[in-house]
C-alpha cells in the first residue's frame, strides 16, 4: 500500500507564499514521476505542476513563474512553492504520482487526500 500526504495548505493573502508538502509512505523503491494538482469549486481538477524522475519540470501556464516544484528523492517528498498568490489559486491541492517498485516495475498513479489553499484578503 502507498499513502500520499500533503501538508502546507492554509489562508494566505494575496501576494503571498506557501509552500506545500507530499511524503509518501509505503512498500515501494522510490517515488517515480510526481505532479501537484489543483480543484476549485465548480471545476475540473487540473494540473498545477509536474516533475519526472530525472527532474523534468512542466508548469501550467497560470502558475509558471510563480510556482516551483521540487522533489528530495531521499524523504520520498515532492514540494511546490507559490510565490504572488492570486485569488484565483484558491483551490484544493493534490498531489499525485507514480513509484517504482522493487522488482522494477511501476505502481500508482496515487493520489493525497488534499490540502486547502486560500487565497483571500
Known amino acids: 500500500q502507498v499513502r500520499l500526504v500533503e501538508s502546507g495548505g492554509g489562508l494566505v493573502q494575496p501576494g503571498g507564499s506557501l509552500r506545500l508538502s507530499c511524503e509518501v509512505f509505503g512498500s515501494f523503491l522510490r517515488i517515480n514521476n510526481m505532479g501537484w494538482y489543483r480543484q476549485a469549486p465548480g471545476k475540473e481538477r487540473e494540473l498545477v505542476a509536474r516533475i519526472s524522475n530525472g527532474g523534468t519540470t512542466n508548469y501550467a501556464d497560470s502558475v509558471k513563474g510563480r510556482f516551483t516544484i521540487s522533489r528530495d528523492n531521499a524523504r520520498n517528498s515532492v514540494h511546490l512553492q507559490m510565490s504572488s498568490l492570486k485569488p484565483e489559486d484558491t483551490a484544493v491541492y493534490f498531489c499525485?504520482?507514480?513509484?517504482?517498485?522493487?522488482?522494477?516495475?511501476?505502481?500508482?498513479?496515487?493520489w493525497g487526500q488534499g490540502t486547502q489553499v486560500t487565497v483571500s484578503s
Open positions: 499525485n504520482g507514480d513509484m517504482r517498485t522493487y522488482i522494477g516495475g511501476l505502481t500508482g498513479p496515487y
